[in-house]
């Protein structure tokens, strides 16, 4: 081909196709090979340099100057998704090629499998209840997701690390079961794990001692979840999605399935109390001497995540916050709010005259507690930001603990008797109050399930 010692050039945008502008080089020391012909582009092949702009398609034309090279009926810059999709199958179109540098090659193809492995539960380990099923996995080039299986189907796929489910082993049969997990990178490439063998050993609680029971509002004898002849069980609290439960026992904080079944105690939690579930279900936030602690609901070692006399706890409806009482060096108690991970802690209330306690959660933005004013118990409502606070009952019901619906349309809360206890189910607002007449004289520790029944303690 001959040379020529000028020509002009078009710019274009690599992604929409779109004319950015000209420009022309003259003189003997920029000669560009000239392909014949006037109507289409001449040449594209040429070296830019290192210094000119990434995204621009650039043409060359020895008669075709400035923005007229867009007039000419031979001359067509398209999109390079749609060249791609013109093609069946779609072509793959490397779109990290940097074309400002002749001979530029694109990123080499990812044949590389990601590594990947069952972390939790381990290799022989015994399980019951709701037990954690967690995977690690790794890619260079990142990580697209991973899939969990037991007995080669998949139960859980996570797309986000830690790759975890909860496994309700309750709806398997104890024995031998087998876990693996498949982890899929960006590239589209595939490894599967080593086989874990893990054992399933659900075991019934005892039915005599002091339990856990619930009462459907609709009417009929109280259904018994939990018992213990070894001493008291107390403050039962259900998971987010009301499917499994945790309360405290004599041997520690327990997990179970919402019916009772698959009860175990998670390790090193004994002395503990005021159990409440964290995001995703897959903490338990509880006290143990004045101190908040946090255990993953899979077995391992807890965390200390704030010091003091706390008295009681709750977790809001997706884990993210939790509320405390905190009791004062005057003998009074005030609510405290801080995330779920122990950061954040501010006073929520400072009452001067009376202790506030038992918080709860009406929703995500709103805490419930109850109020001691001249020895009667007053449920009040306000913000978990602070602000405004709204009387829910009235005096004379004495009521507290008080335990909100997962809709937030009902309250539950106890009145407390020199002889006895009464537990009570209003609307939110506090009208309608209803007590109910159970065989146990000391209900306490209302909580909510999934069937619109009411769990408590009771001896």
């Known amino acids: 081909m001959p040379e020529r010692s000028y020509s002009s050039f078009g710019v274009f945008d690599r992604a929409t196709g779109a004319y950015k502008g000209s420009f022309a080089l003259t003189g003997s020391s920029c000669p560009v090979d000239e392909v014949a012909g006037e109507d289409g582009i001449d040449v594209t092949n040429f070296n830019l340099g290192p210094d000119f702009p990434k995204g621009l398609f650039v043409t060359g ?33 490397d779109n990290t090629w940097d ?19 069952v972390s939790a539960p381990a290799s022989g380990a015994t399980v019951a209840g709701a037990a954690l099923f967690t995977a690690d996995a790794d890619d260079a080039g990142g990580v697209q997701k991973v899939d969990l299986m037991i007995d080669g189907l998949v139960v859980a796929t996570d797309t986000t690390s830690p790759y975890a489910t909860t496994w309700n082993t309750g709806s398997y049969s104890n024995g031998d079961h087998v876990l693996h ?20 050993n659900n075991v019934s609680p005892p039915v005599a001692g002091t339990k856990i029971a619930s009462i459907k509002l609709s009417g009929g004898a ?21 499917s499994r439960i945790a309360y405290t026992s004599p041997s520690g904080i327990v997990v179970a399935n919402a019916n009772g079944s698959g009860a175990r105690v998670l390790p090193g939690t004994r002395g503990g109390s005021k159990p409440a579930w964290g995001v995703l279900d897959r903490r338990i936030i509880y006290i143990r001497g004045g101190v908040i602690y946090s255990t993953p609901t899979g077995g391992g070692a807890s965390t200390r ?61 709103t805490v419930a507690y109850a109020r001691n004013v001249s020895g009667k ?40 008797g020199v002889s006895s206890n009464r537990l009570r189910v209003l609307n939110a607002n506090g009208t309608g109050s209803r007590a109910f007449a159970l065989s146990s004289s000391r209900p306490l520790h209302p909580a909510w399930a999934s069937n619109g029944a009411v769990a408590y303690t009771t001896n």
């Not at 008669?63 to 779609?90: C, E, H, M, Y």
């Not at 074309?99 to 492995?117: C, E, F, L, M, Q």
């Not at 009791?327 to 009452?351: A, C, F, K, P």
Request: one cysteine or more; aromatic letters at 6%; proline letters at 6%.
């Open 61 to 93: 034309d020895f008669n075709n100057k400035d923005g007229s090279i867009l007039k000419r009926q031979n001359n067509k810059v398209v999109r390079w998704d749609t060249v791609a999709a013109a093609f069946s199958p779609a072509l793959l179109v």
């Open 377 to 416: 118990w007053t449920i009040f409502r306000t913000a978990a930001t602070g602000g405004a606070v709204t009387r829910v009952t009235a005096p004379t019901l004495n009521c507290q603990q008080p335990a909100y619906s997962p809709d937030g349309r009902r309250l539950a809360c106890v009145s407390i």
């Open 305 to 365: 995540l704030v010091g003091g006399t706390t008295t009681w706890l709750a977790a809001s409806p997706n884990g993210g916050r939790i509320a405390y009482q905190l009791r004062q060096s005057n003998g009074r108690s005030d609510i405290w709010i801080m995330q779920s991970n122990g950061t954040g802690r501010r006073n929520l209330t400072r009452s001067i005259r009376a202790s506030e306690a038992q918080p709860t959660w009406i929703n995500n933005t």
């Open 99 to 117: 074309p400002r540098k002749i001979g530029a090659s694109g990123v080499p193809t990812d044949t590389t499998p990601p590594t990947v492995n």
């Open 222 to 242: 109280p259904t018994l979840v939990a018992s213990s002849t070894a001493g008291s069980l107390s403050k039962v609290a259900y998971s987010h999605q009301r």
């Open 181 to 200: 997990a498949v982890a899929v990178d960006n590239a589209g490439n595939s490894a599967t794990s080593s086989a874990r063998v893990v054992r399933v």
